[in-house]
Structures are given as structure tokens and as C-alpha cells.
């Protein structure tokens, strides 16, 4: 990526477009080429494309006349285009992003997918770690929780009379799931 050594989105933005490997996608429906499974443009779904370097030739499969083709090539692309995109698509301004948004040098998978820049912007404005697995988690476990329902919780009415809950909120006796429980000062839902 053209993001320099801070891997920047907003350098490579700058600079305007960006080389590397991306996949290959064409939509069937405006036939606009692209290296998201979904069309930019038009929304629809996209068809994978395939590349060979031998034949330096385009493909709608793997393997032609037993010639191996790639679902990648080295290209560049309008890296702005796709950041406007994405802006656009969260209805965010530029002022609503953070100074940093940090991207990747390079794709690393078989068929170096990319995800699509909204997810980046989001991550990064709302201050979300990626762990190393891709995922994203939200940590609640400082969330203050003074009522809950036992179905919420998972909990049988019974089991809950075992451990002292007798009355809800309206001080009427607890005899089903619905109702809305105080939790006691010293109890945890996990």
C-alpha cells in the first residue's frame, strides 16, 4: 500500500491510487471491474475473475487449456475512488474520521481478498482492535447492569427463587420469565 511506513489509508488517498495484488471482480450487472465481491457501483453481486501472467489474459476460471490463472493480479487501483466510496456509504465527512486510519501493506490470503474500506473507516472511528483471527470484540464487561428479565439471562424462575429473587420490580412475586428483576448488589450475570 502507498500509505508509507505508518500504513495511512489517508497518505495513500493522497497519492491517489496504490499497486499491489488485489482480486479480480467483474459485476454482471454493469460490468464494472473491481476487487470487491459486491459491485461499488450498482450493489449487485460480482463473478470472479482469474489472471494469467503466462498468457497475460483474463478468465471466468482456474485452469484453460491447462494453464493455471490467478484470482489476483498486480494492479493498481484508485485507492481515492474507493475511499470516497466508503465515505459516501457510511455518510460519514472527512472531519468525522480519526487523524489515523491504518491500513495493510499487503493481502496475505490465497486469493488476496480485501475487505471493503467501510469496515476500516468504521473500525477506526469508533477506536475497535482487530485481534489476529480478523474478529472484533467489545468489551462490556464494565457495563452496569441493575435489571434483567430471566429469559435474558437464562436463567429458570425456579433456579432464580433458589438464589433469593422472590419479587420483581412491581414487588409482585416472580412467576415467569418476563418479568423485570432488580439484580442484588453482590450478583453477576457472565
Given at each position: 500500500m502507498e500509505g508509507g511506513r505508518l500504513k495511512s489509508v489517508f497518505e495513500a488517498v493522497e497519492k491517489g491510487s496504490s499497486k499491489e495484488n488485489f482480486p479480480l471482480y467483474e459485476c454482471s450487472s454493469c460490468k464494472n471491474s473491481t476487487i470487491y465481491p459486491k459491485c461499488e457501483k450498482c450493489g449487485e453481486f460480482c463473478k470472479r475473475k482469474f489472471y494469467s501472467y503466462k498468457l497475460d489474459q483474463f478468465s471466468d476460471s482456474e485452469d484453460v487449456d491447462n494453464e493455471k490463472f490467478l484470482p489476483f493480479k498486480n494492479q493498481r487501483i484508485d485507492i481515492k475512488h474507493f475511499f470516497?466510496?466508503?465515505?459516501?456509504?457510511?455518510?460519514?465527512?472527512?472531519?468525522?474520521?480519526?487523524?489515523?486510519?491504518?491500513?495493510?501493506?499487503?493481502?496475505?490470503?490465497?486469493?488476496?481478498?480485501?475487505?471493503?474500506?467501510?469496515?476500516?473507516?468504521?473500525?477506526?472511528?469508533?477506536?475497535?482492535?482487530?485481534?489476529?483471527?480478523?474478529?472484533?470484540?467489545?468489551?462490556?464487561?464494565?457495563?452496569?447492569?441493575?435489571?434483567?428479565?430471566?429469559?435474558?439471562?437464562?436463567?429458570?424462575?425456579?433456579?432464580?427463587?433458589?438464589?433469593g429473587y422472590e419479587k420483581d420490580i412491581n414487588n409482585s412475586p416472580l412467576e415467569n420469565d418476563n418479568q423485570i428483576l432488580e439484580i442484588f448488589p453482590h450478583d453477576v450475570v457472565l
Open positions: 470516497e466510496v466508503a465515505k459516501k456509504k457510511l455518510g460519514f465527512r472527512i472531519d468525522d474520521l480519526p487523524l489515523v486510519v491504518k491500513g495493510l501493506k499487503k493481502t496475505s490470503s490465497k486469493g488476496h481478498d480485501c475487505e471493503n474500506l467501510a469496515k476500516g473507516l468504521l473500525r477506526a472511528k469508533y477506536n475497535l482492535n482487530v485481534n489476529k483471527d480478523g474478529t472484533v470484540r467489545y468489551d462490556i464487561s464494565e457495563m452496569p447492569l441493575t435489571h434483567f428479565k430471566p429469559k435474558e439471562i437464562g436463567t429458570s424462575v425456579e433456579k432464580l427463587k433458589e438464589l
